[in-house]
């Protein structure tokens, strides 16, 4: 008799072979989450307080009383961007939260129960993706006031259709698959239907748009803030940072870059951990015994 392999060592043998077979995204991932720990620990690790202006270290170059030199107000730069990552971040994880629940909710019951309903669903979800995601951001940023509310419900409704479509395809396969057609004959009401049946099997597509739409509600938080519409001042935000600086950009060019490089690294960083998620929970992508 054939011992049956436990589920869980199955599972961390799988993370192996996607870790061996994929270098880019491992190393990615250690990148982000030491970035990850420094916007966790800005407020106990920051040298200085990131909004304490000081005349005398304008401009300062880096190494001369600090790791990355100071501001145009004499500001650290290291502090502010480890704060301005924490923004970023929160911003974007919260936002994109909203986002996968509203759009989860929304593609799944217009996918399961169609007709009347799946037409007016989809159909705002047409108008809203039709919208062009920083002048719709926008829009919605102006209706309320600056702040870190209403960027995470522009970026969430800027992102909600994308969840609302791949959700809403995932349900259209599964709600024909056998053992979904025999809940549905018991009995089944919709509700348990789509709670047990649908739901979990959908959460592979969901798990990987969540990585990918991460990537851009931080790049759209940081457009918004750099047309002063994100993070109020002095709030650090690396969006603001690049706006502040850029005037400055010849004679102190530490003010931009490493607010952008941050920034870079961040998304180009959760860019590839993606792509290592895909590649490890899809089946279509894995290779036996790679």
Known sequence: MIAEVPRRSRTLSAVRRAIRRNRAGSAAGLVLLVLVLGAALAPWIAPEDPVTMSPLDRLRP??????LGGDLFGRDVLSRVLHGARISLITGASSVTVSAIVGTALGVVAGYLGGWVEYVVMRVMDVLFAFPS???????????EPGFTSIVI????????????VVRGSTLTLKHIEYVQA????????????????????????LVQLTLSLSGAIILEAALSFLGLGAVPPTPSLGSMLSENRVYMELAPWTVLYPGLTLAVLVFGINLVGDAIRDLIDPRLRTEGS
Do not use: C, E, K
């Open 154 to 165: 522009a970026i969430a409704i800027v992102y909600t259709p994308i969840f609302a479509r």
């Open 62 to 67: 880096p190494g001369d009383g600090g790791l």
């Open 183 to 206: 809940a549905v004959a018991s009995g089944a009401p919709a509700s348990r239907v789509i709670r047990h049946h649908l739901l979990p099997n959908i959460t592979a597509p969901i």
């Open 134 to 144: 920083v002048l719709l951001a926008i829009l919605i940023v102006a209706v309320f």
